[in-house]
């Protein structure tokens, strides 16, 4: 009878401590990157790239989202247990010589949980923000004129693909990018959506055609006054409420349209 006792509360025990680990794992935040995945942290990801545009001046920026990089491709989260990396870019232009001042009005603009802040150095001017659940954020003059926000969820472990959600239709926000196209003369030889829900509601949708040529024919019809940037390697303007760019790409040109939140 003693034994039979004595078995029933290292049963009992067992699943007590059992039932606990459970709750903790479900109700309980992670005190450490290594106890999230890669999937835990794309919507943190993504929150902090809505953020950073929604405080951007849109009559003075042009913005083109990038999709998810997987970077460091052999991480570890411990010494026996491999993780992945991956980041995120939000591409800003802005007129030269303010680089500074739009990286400022970015960290005035985030949420005050981001701890934002910015080391002025002329052309290696710095923003860095934590967005929580142990995603990085950084800005950097990444050439005059272009500024670089990357979000990155430092090595965790990958339990799942990662893909990113695909527009309702294949020829969404495609008209801006269509346009440029037509004035050219030149068909895309590829097409390529990235997308955003934005923190307060609505999407950020970057549309981008893949074609040939150096698109000095589009940038002879924008009007001086919607020029955000005009380099020979990139061309930013404003176009109602989408922000247009065409830069150089290895030996293509690149013709981007941002729209949203």
Known sequence: MKRRWIITGVVAWAAAVAGFALWSQANERPTAREQTTIADALPTVDGALGQIYATLDPSATVAVLGGYRRTEASCRVT?????????RDLTVYVKKSTEGATLDHVKAGLPASFKAEVVHNGPTD?????????????????????????????????????????????????????????????????????RLTCPAGGTLWTVEAVTSGDGAAARATVPASAVVLDEPKAFAYRAGAAGLALRAENDSLVISSTTGC
Not at 79 to 87: D, H, K, L, M, N
Not at 162 to 177: D, G, H, I, L
């Open 79 to 87: 010494s026996v247990r491999e993780g992945t990396r991956f980041v």
């Open 126 to 194: 710095l923003l860095s923000a934590d967005a929580g659940n142990f995603v990085a954020v950084r800005g950097s003059v990444a050439e005059p004129g272009q500024l670089r926000f990357t979000a990155d969820t430092g090595c965790r472990p990958q339990n799942a693909p990662v893909a990113e959600v695909t527009p309702q239709s294949q020829n969404a926000n495609r008209a801006p990018v269509q346009a440029v196209l037509d004035t050219l003369g030149k068909q895309a030889s590829q097409w390529r959506t990235h």
